[in-house]
């Protein structure tokens, strides 16, 4: 299916990132990854990083499904609160899961470094904004909560935020470790970086079936070909779950639209991303070109055909709302579109093995956050290949399905 609809602006402003053939013959390695999009580029760098010879290869070009279509609004706090990921999981493990994900802003920024800024990642504020009067209790537990567990955030009244921009909410989280970047394009940096240390790429090549024997795995591609590594990694988002025998996330379709560049910023706060307490949220933030990102309007998934036949409306429905919230802010729609990804009932990701093998790896990082959950995804796909340990892996593991007990909301 196609993941995306509409002209997501990324591949539009850069083109094809880069051009790799097919896979024609079988190739020797390590490791297979299973997907070009931003969470197979960095399970890919790493492992070539690691010295393991890695390959990717991916059904359609490089990096054009979920990734081409990604805000990127980088954050550390996911779709459920810490507090409700507590009374989930436990208050131990989703503090941990936090953390986890403070620090995979700090990675992730360190690798847009490292490759010559090449995503464009900038350090912004999140302000999590409180949309109406009944959740601001909870959204005081959630600050105080993490107040009490060492994160840096501020508590803003309407006062401030009225003082600082035209926001008319009650009040707001404001946490000072957020970013946002240009998705696309660092992908596309990462790859080309990889590359030229040794990893190879075959885009336009499916994965069709896989098997697995004594020392390594046998994957069959849509092509007739092969492969025969130690390991592979199913990194292709959503698509992942076609190759697992039970439903473990829901989907659900997003919009959004980017603006023409933007002269006057009257009423923004400065260098922020911006979403809010009402579920579904709408998200905001500025692209270096000043342009704005407006996305929400969140429905769940029923077919492609349906998400996309909403596309106006929805669209529609973000400029009201985006002009309702910046009044001075003058703006026009240069692109819109649609987007299908996955969701857990926790909100954190499912990096592990496969249920029937060990030496296939699970790299899902849904949720709002992926991001950040791919940055750690590719820690731990590296760390279990190397016979190595990572404080995140039982925690992300798919086997906390049965510790929740809550699954059947799926069925």
Same mark, same amino acid.
């Given at each position: 299916?196609?993941?995306?609809?509409?002209r997501?602006?990324w591949?539009v402003?850069?083109?094809?990132?880069?051009?790799?053939?097919?896979?024609?013959?079988?190739?020797?390695?390590?490791v297979?990854?299973?997907? !070009?999009?931003?969470?197979?580029? #960095?399970i890919?760098?790493?492992?070539?990083?690691?010295g393991?010879?890695?390959i990717?290869?991916? %059904?359609?070009?490089?990096?054009?499904?979920?990734?081409?279509?990604?805000?990127?609004?980088?954050?550390y706090?996911?779709?459920?609160?810490?507090?409700?990921? $507590?009374?989930?999981?436990?208050?131990?493990?989703?503090?941990?899961?936090?953390?986890?994900?403070?620090?995979?802003? $700090?990675?992730?920024?360190?690798?847009?470094?490292?490759?010559?800024?090449?995503g464009?990642?900038?350090?912004?504020?999140? #302000?999590?904004?409180?949309?109406?009067?009944?959740?601001?209790? !909870?959204?005081?537990?959630?600050?105080?909560?993490?107040?009490?567990?060492?994160?840096?955030?501020?508590?803003?009244?309407?006062?401030?935020?009225?003082?600082?921009?035209?926001?008319?909410?009650? $009040?707001?989280?404001?946490?000072?470790e957020?970013?946002?970047?240009?998705?696309?394009a660092?992908?596309?940096?990462?790859?080309?970086h990889a590359?030229?240390?040794?990893?190879?790429?075959?885009?336009?090549t499916?994965?069709?079936?896989?098997?697995?024997?004594?020392?390594?795995?046998?994957?069959e591609?849509? %092509?007739?070909?092969?492969?025969?590594?130690?390991? $592979?990694?199913?990194?292709?988002g959503?698509?992942?779950?076609?190759f697992?025998?039970?439903?473990?996330?829901?989907l659900i379709?997003?919009?959004?639209?980017v603006?023409?560049?933007?002269t006057?910023?009257?009423?923004?706060?400065r260098?922020?991303?911006?979403?809010?307490?009402?579920?579904?949220?709408?998200?905001?933030?500025?692209?270096?070109?000043? %342009?704005?990102?407006?996305?929400?309007?969140?429905?769940?998934?029923?077919h492609?055909?349906?998400?996309d036949?909403?596309?106006?409306k929805?669209?529609?429905?973000?400029?009201?709302?985006?002009?309702?919230?910046?009044?001075?802010?003058?703006?026009?729609?240069?692109?819109?579109w649609?987007?299908?990804?996955?969701e857990?009932d926790?909100?954190?990701?499912?990096?592990?093995?496969h249920?029937?093998?060990?030496r296939? @790896?699970l790299?899902?990082?849904y949720?709002?956050?992926g991001i950040?959950?791919?940055?750690?995804?590719?820690?731990?796909?590296r760390?279990i290949i190397?016979?190595?340990d990572?404080?995140?892996?039982?925690?992300?593991?798919?086997?906390?399905?049965?510790?929740?007990?809550?699954w059947? @909301?799926?069925?």
């Open positions: 299916m196609d993941l995306r609809s509409g997501p602006f591949p402003r850069q083109g094809l990132g880069g051009i790799y053939p097919p896979l024609s013959k079988p190739v020797d390695c390590d297979v990854v299973v997907g !070009s999009g931003i969470t197979g580029a #960095l890919a760098w790493r492992l070539v990083e690691a393991l010879s890695t990717i290869i991916d %059904r359609r070009d490089c990096s054009m499904g979920s990734t081409a279509a990604s805000t990127a609004v980088i954050q706090e996911i779709d459920t609160p810490l507090g409700e990921l $507590a009374q989930l999981i436990g208050e131990k493990d989703a503090v941990l899961s936090y953390q986890a994900g403070r620090n995979a802003i $700090a990675t992730l920024a360190n690798i847009d470094a490292q490759i010559g800024n090449g464009g990642l900038r350090p912004r504020r999140s #302000l999590y904004l409180c949309s109406k009067e009944d959740d601001q209790r !909870s959204l005081r537990e959630e600050y105080e909560l993490r107040q009490k567990h060492g994160f840096t955030c501020e508590w803003w009244t309407r006062e401030q935020l009225s003082a600082e921009s035209d926001l008319d909410a009650i $009040a707001a989280i404001v946490t000072p957020a970013a946002d970047l240009n998705p696309y660092f992908t596309h940096a990462l790859l080309s590359c030229h240390h040794g990893l190879r790429i075959f885009d336009r499916a994965l069709t079936s896989w098997t697995t024997a004594k020392d390594h795995i046998i994957l591609t849509d %092509r007739g070909v092969t492969l025969k590594p130690r390991f $592979a990694i199913l990194a292709g959503f698509e992942t779950t076609t697992l025998d039970e439903q473990v996330a829901k379709s997003t919009y959004a639209f603006s023409e560049p933007i006057q910023w009257n009423g923004w706060p260098e922020s991303v911006i979403w809010e307490t009402a579920r579904p949220y709408i998200y905001a933030r500025q692209t270096e070109e000043d %342009r704005l990102i407006f996305g929400g309007e969140d429905l769940p998934f029923k492609e055909t349906v998400r036949h909403y596309l106006p929805k669209t529609d429905k973000l400029v009201q709302r985006a002009r309702e919230m910046f009044p001075r802010i003058d703006f026009e729609v240069a692109f819109c649609a987007g299908t990804f996955a857990t926790d909100g954190l990701p499912y990096i592990s093995e249920p029937q093998s060990d296939m @790896l790299a899902m990082c949720g709002g956050n950040t959950y791919s940055v750690i995804a590719a820690e731990i796909c760390d190397l016979g190595e990572h404080p995140m892996r039982k925690i992300f593991s798919l086997a906390r399905r049965e510790r929740t007990k809550r059947s @909301l799926f069925g």
